[in-house]
């Protein structure tokens, strides 16, 4: 269905926002969903996004 290329483009670009949505959740003290909502609006282009204020991680 799709090519060798565009395959291992696709799972790089899912794998860098994944990467990037969890280390937001860690150090903003955010859900993963939340996280996740964040670092797609960003890499869309959003043109302001408002996040919640920093949280400390719960340990």
Known sequence: MF???LRL???GTVALLAAASVL???TRGVS???ATYLTLL???GAA???PPPH???KR
Do not use: F, G, K, V
């Open 3 to 5: 090519s060798r290329n």
């Open 9 to 11: 483009a696709l799972i």
């Open 24 to 26: 937001l959740a860690y």
């Open 32 to 34: 993963l969903a939340e």
């Open 42 to 44: 960003t890499a869309m």
């Open 48 to 50: 302001e996004i408002d």
């Open 55 to 57: 949280r400390s991680p």
